[in-house]
DNA sequence: CGCCAGCTTGAATCTACTCAAATCTTGTGG
DNA sequence: CCACAAGATTTGAGTAGATTCAAGCTGGCG
């Protein structure tokens, strides 16, 4: 599948729309037209608050962002990642309220999500992206569930690849991951101080190299069989 | 809110749906008329296989099943139940696949869903009904994220109070649970002895009841205000 | 009436947590 | 460009919550 992304800069929201369904050109114009209009949400602040109206759905440009549950005594718990190419606030029923707060990681840029009307394709692509979007929650589920710390943070970086595959951040294994630890045990259900010690526990492994920001999962293929790992799949 | 219920007396799935948006005439009939033509799947049996084609959207008339996940060396993980009022398989794009398996854990009955077009607040239903099914996954990570055992069972416990509720499946935080704690450690992330032994104690410390599959839980608010809990809420 | 699945209890072990402190990075203002 | 502060990572030691393995118990059902 080649499409023509016409060298636009910031096309990795495009290029994972496109990968999900290939757009026809309605809908890869409605894309563009729409991130002309973009806004910028600097980290720490709000994309979406729990509890709150939702005005639209918004498609994510650029950068990371993360849904996250906060219990009363303080305990934070991430949901999922928000990344490129994203959807978020796409409900179908009449006064839909945020089910969750979404804060931004790094720098993130959204715009208004182009309507669906205006290809028939788009819209495809919004149903598979919610599709993936609730097989990701199932994964984080069993993830949590039944992985210890050392598969857990192996198949949250291979999703992650794979995520950021399809949007065109990541080659050979090796994608931005612009993260703190403590942040990756807030996704993992497990401390920053545990984090650390399995990650150097998987850098000595030989397994991953992360640094500068940079991550590299040296043979993913072999680390996906080593924690029966299986890629997400929702149409056939 | 008062539906006429009309003396059915497989009202579970009519009940919860109009609990979630009150269904005008032609979508309570709608309802009616799909449950005429419903089928039963017997405990063990698949509703649902992972990967497998989806033709048609399924609309659970009564018993429980559940969504589960297994991995390769047979842990299991339930990343939801299914109750009566439940739609499985309900998507928006060509060919989905489903996501994950899902097992009935007693006899379950089911019927093709109505069509959405029968009536908009049919389609406002389903909606609605999606929402909350997003809802509940992302409690369930929570859940396991960040919640120890106590409050994971308490934690469970009250959502199924709730939802059961609106099926009108429940009063005064009493319900029929006609599960194993084999098959609530699926759900929670833990073993059955440690579930066991939690079930224990929050029967000698007198917060719940649990005999001949009934579940007594003794003072909901007080149970949801020591393990924090809020009730899930999709729109305003 | 005996069997079997499910429940219960005990003891030992282990994974992950907590608390604490040292070191390294990064960004900022002088 | 350096000094410093704040944030992030790393390491150690002790602890707690949950698991594992094992064995005995109970009740529903053929």
Redesign the interface.
Known sequence: MTIDLDGITDNAALARLCAL?PLDEAGRNAVRLASERSRRIMPRREVQVE?S?IREPLLVLRGWAA?I?I???G???I??FTLPGDLVGL???????A??TIVALTPVTVCTAPDASASSTL??AY??S??HD??Y??????R????NAHERIADLLLELLERLGMAGLATQGRFGLPLTQETLADA??LTAVHVNRMLQQARRAGEISWQAKEMVIHDPAALARQV?RAP?????
């Open positions: 369904v509890g109206a849904r549950r219990l009363s005594d305990r934070r718990q949901t999922n409900y179908r029923h009449d006064r839909p309220v089910s969750s819209g495809q149903a598979v919610a599709a609730e097989a929650l199932l994964a984080q589920i069993a949590l569930g039944r992985l993992l259900g029966g997400v799949q929702v149409s056939g």
